[in-house]
């Protein structure tokens, strides 16, 4: 599946044979108090620093109709987010998972995010482009 825009992905959700919730993360970049003066320099010219979560969020692929409508939402709740982690959680028996069971699956992600190791999520930036981080 090549995944090249945020609305790549929601289609390919659409099209699970098993309906799906998203599981959202918004990350802001911050500077850690005990870098260094390249880190710094780095950090200012909009590279580098570490991902702290904002906000968490679950939907539906049929409560989204596009990034842009994301990234508004989003607005409301954490405005200077950086990246959204996303990863699908599959349903069975032909409903998705309730909020109540993305539940736990949305604060592993939150605690792999702060480990630095956020797993099968794909990182998108604010323009809904998938993000590699190095």
Known sequence: ???????????????????QRLLFVFAGATLPE???PEQRARFE?????ALTPLMSADKTPG???TFAALEE???QFARDWAVVFVAGLAGRDGRAP??????????RMIEAIKSGLPGPCIPFDRQGRPMRFN
């Open 98 to 107: 309730t909020t109540e069971e993305a539940a736990a699956p949305l604060q």
């Open 45 to 49: 010219a909009g590279q580098g620093g």
């Open 34 to 36: 005990d870098s260094t």
């Open 73 to 75: 939402e989003s607005r």
């Open 1 to 19: 599946m090549d995944i090249s825009s945020f609305d790549d992905l929601l289609h390919a959700a659409r099209e699970q044979p098993d309906p």
């Open 63 to 65: 409560e989204l109709t």
